[in-house]
């Protein structure tokens, strides 16, 4: 009988390339006994050639060149592993308009482009498939797509950093500061050498976007999302979360209210109950509420070579088993315009944190202060004093997100308050 050869390009031969490589060799088998091909790495694009990945690779395999591939006839699937949305965005357009379908992890290029690129990809016959870009190795678009279409999705809230989820976590367990485990997460290498992508929420960001499109079929402007990072996140606020019951994960939330999306990315004060209280360290973790099939979790690898692999990989045998034209599998039409809601429409329960001048009336002209934007306070406690200042800590009743951020610039004003050091949302319900 003859073999069946499908034919790779892959462009990229980083960490994660390398793990394809890697997935490729070690899992032939497998691959071969469960889909009848045979993957082949033709080609391997990137512009250094030279440093050793710990990977054996044929020779005249690994090029320099795009052409190489782009204008290969024998490879009918290219995988991109660049990342960014600049260099990777022309190289997947240019293969897809060659007719060549496009496996991608990359979060950036999706979340900016994915609406044309899908677009370019269905009026050239080809389809483009991410299921790397958000969570890793767990498989969420995929099914989100796939068999739980049917439902109505409510609500969905991700830990989709692994960088940020390992500093909180290590934070809580270790009671180091922030700046601490920072470092100790670049030397072990879960953190890039420039953090801000992670700790700053972007990535978060890129990833909530995408899952957006998969959950709700709506298409959200990454740029217009209310996006937090963690760098405020102090060493106090996660003892007084862990003493109120919480703890403070970084979290992806989406809601669909039919009218309009919420898609936002923050830290948040969440209930040691809620089963993504307990996703620690690397791990990521995407939980969501459909209707009819009520609350899910997919927990596992959000990032690294094995993981990621394992999705690229998974989304290549998906182009060969369930059809490789156009109309056939999923990822079709799942970028839908669509509202965004007004931060102003959106309430929330706020934890504050916040130093004030240790003296009669204060927490009159705090509580007088928020009173006034309907900020209706749940809990108040003093935490520690020198005589001239008091910390306090405060819970809301939940608000609306417009009243508490005037409250949070009036409350500055006053003579009493020294400082706000941290303003974090509450997770309920
Ligand atoms: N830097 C990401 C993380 C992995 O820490 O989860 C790639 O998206």
């Avoid at 900016?112 to 389809?127: D, S, T």
Wanted: charged share 20%; net charge negative.
């Amino acid at each position: 009988m003859k073999e069946n050869i499908v034919n790779l390009g892959l462009f990229g031969f980083g960490t994660i390339g390398a793990g394809v490589v890697r997935l490729l060799d070690a899992n032939a088998d497998v691959i071969e006994e469960k889909t009848g091909s045979k993957l082949a790495l033709k080609k391997i694009v990137d512009i250094d050639t030279e440093t050793d990945r710990g990977v054996e690779l044929p020779e005249g395999v690994l090029s320099a060149d795009a052409a190489d591939i782009i204008d290969n006839d024998d490879i009918g699937i290219v995988i991109e592993l660049i990342g960014g949305a600049g260099v990777a965005r022309e190289i997947v357009a240019n293969a897809l308009q060659k007719g060549k379908h496009v496996v991608t992890a990359n979060k950036e290029l999706i979340a900016k482009h994915g609406p044309e690129l899908v677009r370019l990809a269905g009026q050239n016959g080809v389809r483009i498939l991410f299921e790397a870009s958000v969570g890793g190795g767990i498989p969420v678009l995929t099914p989100l797509l796939g068999c739980l279409r049917g439902n109505r999705i409510n609500r969905v809230l991700g830990i989709v950093n692994g960088t940020t989820n390992y500093i909180l976590t290590q934070m809580e367990a270790t009671g180091a500061d922030f700046d601490v485990i920072l470092k100790e997460a670049q030397e072990l290498g879960y953190a890039e050498a420039d953090p801000t992508n992670d700790i700053e929420g972007f990535d978060a960001a890129y990833k909530a976007v995408i899952l957006a499109s998969a959950a709700f079929g709506k298409k959200v402007d990454v740029s217009s999302i209310m996006r937090e990072g963690i760098t405020k996140v102090g060493m106090a606020d996660m003892e007084y979360a862990r003493e109120l019951g919480y703890t403070i994960k970084l979290l992806a939330v989406l809601e669909d209210n039919g009218a309009a999306v919420d898609v936002r990315v923050h830290p948040c004060l969440l209930p040691c109950s809620h089963p993504l209280a307990s996703i620690n360290g690397v791990l990521n973790a995407v939980y969501l509420e459909g209707d009819p099939i009520g609350p899910l979790m997919f927990v596992g690898q959000g990032a690294g070579p094995s993981a990621t692999s394992s999705a690229v990989i998974g989304d290549v045998l998906e182009l060969l088993t369930s059809g490789t034209s156009a109309a056939g599998g999923t990822a079709w039409n799942i970028f839908a315009d669509s509202e965004l809601a007004p931060v102003t429409s959106v309430s929330n329960a706020f934890y504050m944190r916040l130093t004030v001048s240790d003296m009669p009336g204060v927490l009159a002209d705090v509580g007088g202060c928020l009173g006034r934007l309907d900020v209706s306070l749940a809990s108040v406690v003093q935490k520690k004093t020198d005589g001239k200042s008091a910390e306090l800590v405060m819970l809301t009743h939940s608000v609306n997100e417009g009243n508490m951020a005037k409250a949070l610039e009036q409350l500055k004003d006053l003579k009493c308050v020294e400082t706000i050091s941290t303003a974090l949302r509450v997770f309920d319900s």
